[in-house]
Every structure is written in structure tokens, then in C-alpha cells.
């Protein structure tokens, strides 16, 4: 019986962290559709009143392009927490965990 222990355990942490970046990706979603969606769009395509108001082409708007999904997820983030241009940053509110979630939404949008 005492061998099964370190199984268990490991299963249990397994389980663990599975949730966990279930959660985070869960919350990736609320997080985008919330903070990114105004000028992305909740499809990730870009919000065209935004890129009227803001003045920028229709491409930078659009996440789903080549452009963006051919990034890393590491550039990505760098891009998402120090901002661009008129991108803003967002280091300051997200962890880089909740940036990663927001990546994988993204990601997920484009399949
Ligand atoms: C006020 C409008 C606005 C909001 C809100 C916004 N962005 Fe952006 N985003 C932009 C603009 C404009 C660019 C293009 C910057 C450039 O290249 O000049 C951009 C660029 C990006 C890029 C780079 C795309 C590429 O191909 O390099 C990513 C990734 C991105 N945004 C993700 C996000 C995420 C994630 C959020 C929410 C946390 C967000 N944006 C919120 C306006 C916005």
C-alpha cells in the first residue's frame, strides 16, 4: 500500500496543474474580451471603429493575421506588457501568466 503514495501524489500535482491552466486560459478569455476586445474585436480580427479613431491600418488591429500568430509567445508578451505605439502596456496590470492565458485565447481564436 505505502508504494502506491508517490503515485497518488504525483497524480494529485497533475491534476493541480492541469486545472490551473485550465483556469488561466479560462480566464484569458474574460480578460481579453474585456481589456483587448474594444480595439482587437472579440473575434480578434480588429474592431474597425477603432481603427478609424485611432488612425492606424486595419492590419495592426487584427490579431489572427500571419503577422502576430507567427510571433512567439515570448515577443508577444513583451509586446503586450511594454505596448507599441498605440498599444497600450499592460505590464503594470497582468501577470505574465494572464498574458500567457490571453495568448492562448488568441491563439485559439485563429483555429
Ligand atoms: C486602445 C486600443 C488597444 C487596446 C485596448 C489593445 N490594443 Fe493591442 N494593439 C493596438 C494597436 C494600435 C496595435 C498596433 C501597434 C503597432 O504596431 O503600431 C496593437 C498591437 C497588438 C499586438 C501586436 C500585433 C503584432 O502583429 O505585432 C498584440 C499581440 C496586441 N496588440 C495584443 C493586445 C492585447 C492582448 C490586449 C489586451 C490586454 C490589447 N492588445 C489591447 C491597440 C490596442
Known sequence: MKREKPKLI???????????????AENGK???DKKCA???GKD???????V?????????LD???KATLDKSDEELISI????????????KELK???IKGIITHIRSLSK
Open 96 to 98: 505574465d501568466e494572464e
Open 44 to 50: 480578434g480580427k480588429g474592431n474597425s471603429a477603432m
Open 10 to 24: 504525483i497524480l494529485c500535482l497533475m491534476i493541480f496543474i492541469l486545472s490551473f491552466s485550465l483556469a488561466y
Open 80 to 91: 503586450i506588457s511594454k505596448g507599441m505605439n498605440k498599444m497600450p502596456a499592460y505590464g
Open 38 to 40: 474594444s480595439c482587437h
Open 30 to 32: 474574460k480578460i481579453y
Open 63 to 65: 490579431l489572427l493575421d
Open 52 to 60: 478609424k479613431m485611432l488612425k492606424v491600418d486595419a492590419s495592426l
